[in-house]
């Protein structure tokens, strides 16, 4: 017989696929361009090698007049996966999974549409960076570039700061059902 504890293993893929789900909804909601639904399949859900998904938010200079990211804490993610503490995550098909995430999910929606908007956004740029165990082994960094079908960027953008001072917020959300996500919202 196999030392596999099913229920363990259910219970890790079903937070999984939520920490999955979750980022492709809201990405979504943000206006991160639809193109990226495979990445983030690939890089969250099949092999977990990606360490933050992020956004830039430009205006027509191509400067960043918002951010967005979404940061993954493996290390929590294993320890929330493989405990009592966060074996088991309550979800209804009733409801969208993005709205039962946090009652705030809706408030950052609109927040962050607000903020395109009231900004004037032109086009969102989306960026990845792997965990840091990936990242730096060279090997397992090209491994993963051609597994997402990647390629590296040293493109440094920098934000507009004239267009956004009336508009500065700096936010961070900490979900208690899903705190290895990291979700930060700037536009300064």
């Known amino acids: 017989m196999s030392g596999i504890n099913t229920n363990l293993n259910i219970q890790t893929k079903v937070r999984l696929f939520v920490l999955y789900d979750i ?3 809201l990405s979504e909601s ?3 361009p639809k193109t990226i639904e ?3 399949k690939k890089g969250i859900r099949d092999k977990q090698i990606l360490g933050s998904v992020y956004a830039y938010y430009l205006d027509d200079e191509d400067k960043a007049i918002g951010k967005v990211s979404f940061e993954i804490n493996w290390e929590v993610y294993e ?3 493989s405990t009592e503490i966060g074996k088991e995550i309550r979800i209804s098909d009733k409801i969208p999974l993005v709205d039962q995430f946090a009652n705030w999910s809706t408030d950052i929606i609109k927040y962050v549409n607000e903020m395109r908007e009231k900004l004037n956004v ?3 740029k989306v960026y990845y960076k792997y965990r840091p165990e990936i990242r730096n082994d060279s090997i ?6 051609q597994f997402l079908g990647l390629v590296k960027s040293n493109k440094n953008i920098e934000f507009n700061k004239d267009k956004t001072k009336n508009f500065e917020r700096n936010m961070t959300y900490i979900s208690e059902m899903l705190p290895e996500l990291k979700i930060n919202i700037q536009s300064n």
């Not at 397992?140 to 570039?145: L, Q, T, V």
């Open 140 to 145: 397992k960094d090209r491994e993963a570039d």
């Open 23 to 25: 980022i492709k909804n």
């Open 79 to 81: 320890m929330y996966a």
């Open 30 to 32: 943000f206006g991160f």
């Open 122 to 124: 032109k086009k969102i």
């Open 38 to 40: 495979e990445t983030l």
